[in-house]
C-alpha cells in the first residue's frame, strides 16, 4: 500500500485546513487508518484513526472536538478536517494504515505516508 498525503499549507489561527491521503497499490476499505503529526523537535504523536468501516473513530485530547477523521472506501481517501487551528498544531502530519480494526500507536501501523507540513501561525 502506497500512501500520499496532501492538503498542508500555511494558515493563521483559527482557521481551517483539511487532509486528504489517498491510496494506491490496494484498497484502504480493510484497514483501520490513523493520523499522527511530529511537532518540531518532538516526537511523533497520534492525532486520529477510523475503523475500517468509518463507525468507530478515536482522538487525541488535544484535538478533540476540533478535528475530524473520515474516510470514503470508494474513492480510497481518508481525510483529517481540522477546525480551529492554533499554532501548537504546527507539525508535519503522517497518515497510516494497520492491518488491525483501530489503533492508536505507530507501532501497529504498517504503511505510512510521506507526510504533509501544516503551518498554524500566530
Known amino acids: 500500500v502506497q500512501l500520499q498525503a496532501s492538503g498542508g499549507g500555511l494558515v493563521q489561527a483559527g482557521g481551517s485546513l483539511r487532509l486528504s491521503c489517498t491510496a494506491s497499490g490496494r484498497t484502504l476499505s480493510t484497514y483501520g487508518m490513523g493520523w499522527f503529526r511530529q511537532p518540531p523537535g518532538k516526537e511523533r504523536e497520534f492525532v486520529a484513526a477510523?475503523?475500517?468501516?468509518?463507525?468507530?473513530?478515536y482522538y487525541a485530547d488535544s484535538v478533540k472536538g476540533r478535528f475530524t477523521i473520515s474516510r470514503d472506501n470508494t474513492k480510497n481517501t481518508v481525510y483529517l478536517q481540522m477546525n480551529s487551528l492554533k499554532p501548537e498544531d504546527t507539525a508535519v502530519y503522517y497518515c497510516a494504515a494497520t492491518v488491525n480494526l483501530l489503533a492508536i500507536h505507530s507501532p501497529e501501523y504498517n504503511y505510512w505516508g510521506q507526510g504533509t507540513l501544516v503551518t498554524v501561525s500566530s
Open positions: 477510523i475503523r475500517w468501516y468509518g463507525d468507530t473513530t
